[in-house]
T-cell receptor, first 113, second 118 residues
Framework: DAGVTQSPTHLIKTRGQQVTLRCSPK?????VSWYQQALGQGPQFIFQ???????QRGNFPDRFSGHQFPNYSSELNVNALLLGDSALYLC????????????FGQGTRLTVV | AQKVTQAQTEISVVEKEDVTLDCVYE???????LFWYKQPPSGELVFLIR??????QNEISGRYSWNFQKSTSSFNFTITASQVVDSAVYFC???????????????FGQGTILTVHP
């Protein structure tokens, strides 16, 4: 049973560019959340998707957007990249919107130069 | 607003020592969950334990145990007889009920780097 899978694992982008990160949830899970983890910090909640809708959002600018597909996979898009967007981006899935147990992927390491 | 504080930035112990990681949280909700996650160098966050706000009973699970005290808003985590493989970053996290619709948002502390030396 595959866990949460994220792609790509590493990515280097130039300031001002746009990036798309992808996440496939654990089998049987329909809720996906995204987190940003800067070096030496704890993960920060970006947003959560359920039934293809954004359900909750953290304190992130509109440059950060997302999407959930009918197969429950999800994308995180970041526009107009800043150097400060360099971080590990983690995807987590849970069985339902109310489920408290989240399973995390290995993350995508984004470096903005 | 919810907040999680892990005052210990780094802890270094020798194998077989017991180690306790401290966590203090703030929340206005009466219904919430507390978690401990482990993050090895690979980056993936590994779920360790979960406790809801209505259950203050402290338990032991293998080498892991926890001490949940609502009176002091603390949720400390102890590893007994530490091993080199326990070396990782440990995060305490809080999840509040978002108007009864979701527990999806986890608020994490800054993390504690645990190094276990042979």
């Amino acid at each position: 049973d595959a866990g949460v899978t994220q792609s790509p694992t590493h990515l280097i982008k130039t300031r001002g560019q746009q990036v798309t990160l992808r996440c496939s949830p654990k089998s049987g899970h329909d809720t996906v959340s995204w987190y940003q983890q800067a070096l030496g910090q704890g993960p920060q909640f970006i947003f959560q998707y359920y039934e293809e809708e954004e359900r909750q959002r953290g304190n992130f600018p509109d440059r950060f957007s997302g999407h959930q597909f009918p197969n429950y996979s999800s994308e995180l898009n970041v526009n107009a990249l800043l150097l400060g967007d360099s971080a590990l981006y983690l995807c987590a899935s849970s069985e339902t919107e109310l489920d408290t147990e989240a399973f995390f992927g290995q993350g995508t390491r984004l470096t903005v130069v | 607003a919810q907040k999680v504080t892990q005052a210990q930035t780094e802890i270094s112990v020798v194998e077989k020592e017991d180690v306790t990681l401290d966590c203090v949280y703030e929340t206005r909700d009466t219904t919430y969950y507390l978690f401990w996650y482990k993050q090895p160098p690979s980056g993936e966050l590994v779920f360790l334990i979960r406790r809801n706000s209505f259950d203050e009973q402290n338990e032991i699970s293998g080498r892991y145990s926890w001490n949940f005290q609502k009176s002091t808003s603390s949720f400390n985590f102890t590893i007994t007889a530490s091993q080199v493989v326990d070396s990782a970053v440990y995060f305490c996290a809080l999840s509040e009920e978002a108007g009864g619709t979701s527990y999806g948002k986890l608020t994490f502390g800054q993390g504690t780097i645990l190094t276990v030396h042979p």
